[in-house]
Nanobody, 119 residues
Framework: QVQLLKSGGGLAQAGGSLRLSCAAS????????MGWYRQAPGKQRELVAI???????NYPDSVKGRFTISRDNAKNTVYLQMNSLKPEDTAVYYC?????????????WGQGTQVTVSS
């Protein structure tokens, strides 16, 4: 069983910054792609950022240049640095990870954390 334990989030003013982290724990062989998603009220969950085990990243245009995803493979942890926050970034943020357990790759999700950006 794999758990993704998140920390960070909360309230920020427009233009401010927040940092999220998410650590994987449990029994697994390796972790592949890790990512952050968000879901605003009344909207579908959307991709915020992903990072491969080798460090390659991808972002949608809505956050490119403002958000930075990184990971510490030794700590099985993924981070999301959010700068220049906008009110439209307000959402519940979720981390996920593709985890290899005995040759089977499973996608695990962490519990969401609320990010609220005030104007």
């Amino acid at each position: 069983q794999v758990q993704l334990l998140k920390s960070g989030g909360g309230l920020a003013q427009a233009g401010g910054s927040l940092r999220l982290s998410c650590a994987a724990s449990g029994t697994f062989s390796s972790i592949g792609v890790m990512g952050w998603y968000r879901q605003a009220p009344g909207k579908q969950r959307e991709l915020v950022a992903i990072i491969t085990s080798g460090g390659s990243t991808n972002y949608p245009d809505s956050v490119k240049g403002r958000f930075t995803i990184s990971r510490d493979n030794a700590k099985n942890t993924v981070y999301l640095q959010m700068n220049s926050l906008k009110p439209e970034d307000t959402a519940v943020y979720y981390c996920n990870a593709n985890v290899n357990i005995r040759g089977v790759v499973l996608t695990s999700w962490g519990q969401g954390t609320q990010v609220t950006v005030s104007s």
